[in-house]
């Protein structure tokens, strides 16, 4: 049998880990360049989450987003912090996306909903290079979400939305 004493000290240490996880998380600036397992934390909802390995990530100057990036995977994804409801999170993934450049995201059949947490494909249109997108939009209790907006090429899709996944799995909503 554990004896309370030795309870006590691992819970302690559970403790310990999970609030130093939530405050290691690196406040980023803008145009500074972060590694794939950096723990970062966009200005602005408290939302913080880490780097892929192999992904690097940045805050473009003047924008509200974050990107992360991989050459191997042929992809970016975006991250975009808000207040949310359910209901607003559907309504913004049903409307078209403007991603800039030209390009656009456009819905590919209906927007999927497990819990808190919404998915839909998306065919990117206004380029002559074969792209797809994914969208995965995570709204905490608070009324705070996350969307990673990914696009990628097509023989790496399945992999990105992999990576969307665990994303979203490490994301921590303030």
């Not at 004493?5 to 600036?29: D, E, G, N, P």
């Not at 192999?54 to 987003?65: D, I, Q, S």
């Not at 997108?133 to 790496?156: N, Q, R």
């Amino acid at each position: 049998m554990i004896s309370i004493a030795m309870r006590m000290a691992a819970l302690a240490a559970l403790l310990a880990l999970t609030t130093a996880q939530a405050t290691t998380a690196k406040l980023v600036a803008p145009e500074v360049e972060y590694p794939g397992g950096t723990r970062v934390e966009p200005p602005g909802h408290g939302v913080s989450f880490t780097i892929p390995e192999g992904w690097n990530g940045m805050l473009p100057k003047g924008v509200a987003f974050f990107v992360m990036g991989s050459q191997a995977q042929k992809a970016y994804v975006f991250a975009l912090t808000d207040k949310l409801t359910q209901e607003k999170a559907l309504s913004n993934m049903q409307q078209p996306l403007e991603l800039g450049n030209g390009l656009t995201l456009q819905l590919q059949g209906k927007v999927q909903q497990q819990k808190d947490t919404l998915t839909a494909n998306y065919d990117v249109v206004g380029t002559d290079n074969p792209l797809t997108g994914y969208v995965e939009t995570l709204v905490g209790k608070g009324g705070t979400g996350v969307s990673f907006v990914a696009i990628s090429a097509p023989e790496t899709a399945d992999g990105v939305v992999d990576v969307v996944h665990a994303l979203i799995e490490d994301t921590s909503l303030q």
